[in-house]
């Protein structure tokens, strides 16, 4: 589940990663939150979470379809629709859906991911049915002719070559994807392989837009200054009226056993600093056994967020051999993703030592395990996260729409506190010594050109 790093970053830097327990210890999380839930004849979820501290909504509606449910050869199609969407419908042409929002004083945005792609609008709560009316048209309302289609083709390649292609470090992170999967779409970069994006075609839009875009396809979440009694007339009128579709099942390529580790390095001219990282498969929530996720989570804490962790204390203060060292993890995920491990050297110093200094650390984790101590500690950081982040709604809003996109339920979110409470010195030591192996991994290395 997401660590709800966006509302608690302030907090872990003050606290170090080790925050108080006296918190967390305390805290009902689920009756905090009280989200409410209905669902509209045409199969569309609608999700309500208040917080009436300030007269505003979030409304974000999510699409059950990302970029690993693209057709093999048509990547970058998920991705596209962030863009196409706001191009127009014959109700509001000319990309003027921005411009009314910003006209009415809101903000709005939207992302894809390989799982989900999502759209949203913070305005004054009394725009709301402004916004739900805007948004329900253009689920099934776009225009998608040539003239729309081509140019904005062209400014997605442009897209990637400005935030990939002359990006070195985002380079590197295609290729350790495309390395760690051997068969799944998420070894596909979300953005697409810019010779397939130059290739899609106005017809492969349509096909995608009438495929994935139905209310039975999305749900809808309304965070902040609203109840579910408001919200529910609201959702009748805007998005009753739309029509549901044959949905095609959602069916991945399965990722094969892995039997080698494989390793790769990548030299590019415009490096000047040079990095390494090492991905391991790891499963998500929906992979893995009971509370295997949770303890990847505090296994993560541990190795690599913080200050305190164990990776920061021996390579950069101890050793003072890097200048960054950490761990990384993603448990939101309809399939299984990375375990990762990443370390930037001080100037001067070698890749070769930084690799030898992390394959010690790993070595030591799989011979002796975690201590209680550090278990006790990472859970409680994390729990108390997840209380400072009740403080944003957004962030409510991008947390349950995560999991109910990737297969998840509304009673997994308020469950994740109390199976964190679960994870023990043993599950811990028992998901390092599982998924920590050589032959489920990738290592990388970023260097400038030889003789640079």
């Not at 009280?34 to 999700?47: A, I, K, M, S």
């Not at 200094?357 to 278990?375: F, H, P, S, Y």
């Not at 729990?383 to 109910?404: C, E, R, V």
Request: overall charge negative; aromatic content about 8%; hydrophobic content about 40%.
């Amino acid at each position: 589940m997401l660590k709800f790093a966006i509302a608690a970053l302030s907090v872990a830097i003050l606290v170090g990663g080790q925050a108080s327990g006296a918190v967390a210890d305390e805290f009902d999380y689920a009756r905090s939150i009280r989200p409410e839930t209905f669902t509209l004849d045409n199969g569309l979820q609608v999700l309500v979470i208040s917080d009436h501290r300030v007269p505003v909504a979030t409304h974000m509606l999510w699409y059950r379809v990302g970029a690993a449910d693209e057709v093999a050869g048509k990547s970058g199609l998920a991705h596209f629709f962030e863009h196409l969407l706001f191009k127009g419908t014959k109700a509001v042409p000319d990309a003027a859906y921005s411009k009314i929002i910003a006209r009415n004083g809101g903000q709005d945005n939207a992302f894809t991911s390989w799982d989900f792609t999502a759209y949203f609008a913070r305005v004054a709560v009394d725009r709301l049915p402004l916004i739900m009316e805007l948004e329900a048209d253009r689920m099934t309302g776009l225009v998608l002719t040539e003239e729309v289609f081509l140019p904005e083709r062209d400014v997605i390649l442009e897209e990637r070559s400005l935030l990939v292609d002359n990006n070195p470090s985002s380079l590197f992170r295609e290729q350790m994807g495309a390395a760690l999967y051997q068969n799944h779409r998420y070894g596909v970069p979300v953005i697409g392989w810019a010779h397939e994006v130059g290739a899609l075609t106005q017809q492969d839009a349509l096909a995608f837009y009438t495929r994935y875009y139905a209310p039975n396809n999305a749900f809808l979440i309304v965070s902040g200054d609203v109840t579910v009694d408001e919200i529910r007339p609201l959702a009748e009128k805007y998005y009753g009226k739309l029509k549901p579709q044959d949905l095609p099942e959602r069916v991945r390529a399965v990722e094969p056993e892995q039997h080698a580790a494989r390793q790769l390095t990548m030299r590019d001219a415009r490096v000047r600093q040079p990095s390494w990282e090492r991905w391991y498969l790891a499963p998500t929530e929906n992979t893995g056994a009971p509370g295997e996720s949770e303890a990847l989570e505090v296994l993560s804490s541990i190795m690599g967020e913080g200050p305190r962790s164990r990776l920061y204390k021996r390579l950069v203060i101890e050793e003072g051999k890097a200048v960054i060292a950490s761990t990384g993890y993603y448990s939101t995920a309809v399939n299984d993703m990375d375990f990762s491990f990443s370390a930037m050297p001080r100037p001067g110093e070698s890749l070769d030592d930084i690799e030898a200094l992390m394959d010690d650390e790993i070595a030591k984790l799989i011979a002796n395990g975690v201590t209680k101590e550090e278990v006790e500690g990472a859970v409680t950081a994390l729990l108390n996260d997840a209380i400072f982040a009740l403080d944003s709604p957004m962030t409510l809003n991008y947390i349950f729409g995560q999991t109910l996109a990737t297969g998840g339920t509304i009673e997994r979110v308020l469950q994740w506190p109390e199976n964190m409470r679960g994870v023990t010195v043993e599950s811990v030591n028992a998901v390092a010594r599982k998924y920590l192996k050589p032959n489920r991994s990738v290592t990388g290395r970023l260097l400038p050109e030889e003789g640079e």
